[in-house]
Structures are given as C-alpha cells and as structure tokens.
C-alpha cells in the first residue's frame, strides 16, 4: 500500500484544534447563547403577556355582553309593563268617556224632561185662564144676570180646582 503523504495525522494539530473549537464554543455560549436566551425568554413573556391580556379582555368582553343582555332582558320588560299599564290606562280613559257621555246624556234628557214638564204646567195654567175666560163668558151670557167679577173669579176658581182635582186622579 502507498501512503498518502498528504494526508497525515498529527495528534497535537487535533488537541489545538479541539481546544480551539472548546475555547469558541465557551465564548460564544457567554456572549451570544446567553443574551440570545434572555430575549428568547423576554419574547415568550410577551407573548405570554399578550395571551394573559387577551383572555382577560375576552372575560371582560364577556361579562359586558352579559350585563348588556341583562340590562336589554330588563328594558324589554320595562317596556312591556309599560305598555300592558298604557292599555290599561287607556282602557280606564276609555271607560271614563263613556261614562261621562252617559252622564251628559242623562243630564240632557233630565233637562228635557223637566223642561217638558215646565212646559205642560204653563200650558195647562194658560188652558185654565182661558177655560176661565170662556166660562165667565159663557156663564154671562147664559144667565144674563151681573154678577159681580170678584164672584165670577171665585166660582170659576172652584170650578177649575175640581176640574184639577179630577185630572190627577186620572193620571
């Protein structure tokens, strides 16, 4: 076999060549491994932070939704008290009108009726002296005798009371 000259082992040329690859791998751990895990570690604390920040927000969120939806349950049914009172008002209003036209309806139908009667008794004490009128004259002229007016009046008086008396018995 031929030996390669190029190619030769030299034992103390791979110690220093360990030691060198040691010594870099020492240095470089102490100046970048080291600071590159502490931003490493700061980077997941804030993301960590972020995640803490948005689920404490959802939360947040959440009991906001659940008071708004309470707070709507709670005006929904405010509204419908309101509206069942509103009718119920109405419907008081409403029966309140009704009564009061009854009312104003009997007032005008007692004041017809009153009126009416005014009416009757003036016609009735009209028909009376009237009925006097005639009777006196009639009476004149049947008799042909004077009497004296005071007298005339008094009997015609009677008369027409005992005329009166026998029409309310009639009625």
Known sequence: MQSLGVISLNIWQII???ANLVILYLILRKFLYAPVRKVLAARAAAVD???ADADKAKEEAQADRAAW???????????DALLAEAGVQ??????????DAREKAEGIVRTAKSEA?????RAEAEMHG??????????????EREIN???????????????????DTDR
């Not at 939806?69 to 509204?79: C, P, Q």
């Not at 009667?117 to 008794?121: D, F, I």
């Open 49 to 51: 932070r972020q995640y």
């Open 69 to 79: 939806e309470s707070k709507l349950a709670g005006a929904r049914d405010e509204a």
């Open 149 to 167: 007016e005071a007298d005339h009046k008094q009997l015609i008086d009677s008369f027409l009371a005992g005329i009166g008396e026998s029409g």
């Open 130 to 143: 009237q009925i006097a009128d005639i009777s006196a004259l009639l009476a004149e002229k049947l008799i």
């Open 117 to 121: 009667e005014a009416e009757r008794r």
């Open 90 to 99: 109405a419907e008081r209003r409403g029966e309140q009108v009704i009564a």
């Open 16 to 18: 220093i060549s360990l």
